[in-house]
């Protein structure tokens, strides 16, 4: 049985580990042949590369119920 339930949507960014400051984002070089994580990251202020399974920014949902 489907039952529904209220979220409620959340912004989530990734800090660079690196330096602290800059905002890893997406920098179209994807590596396809990586099962787990294809999507090559870079910081937006010391230029570290880092590798996630998922394109940062991205959306997460939170059940309000909760």
Same mark, same amino acid.
């Given at each position: /049985? +489907?039952?529904?339930?209220?979220?409620?949507?959340?912004?989530?960014? %990734?800090?660079?580990?690196?330096?602290? +400051?800059?905002? &890893? &984002?997406? $920098?179209?070089?994807?590596?396809?042949?990586?099962?787990?994580?294809?999507?090559?990251?870079?910081?937006?202020?010391?230029?570290?590369?880092? /590798?996630?399974? +998922?394109? %940062?920014? &991205?959306?997460? %949902?939170? $059940?309000?119920?909760?």
């Amino acid at each position: /049985m +489907e039952q529904t339930f209220e979220v409620q949507p959340c912004g989530v960014k %990734y800090i660079c580990d690196t330096c602290g +400051e800059g905002e &890893l &984002l997406p $920098n179209g070089k994807n590596d396809w042949s990586a099962e787990q994580k294809p999507f090559e990251h870079e910081c937006t202020e010391c230029g570290q590369k880092k /590798m996630f399974s +998922e394109k %940062y920014p &991205l959306v997460r %949902y939170k $059940n309000v119920d909760e």
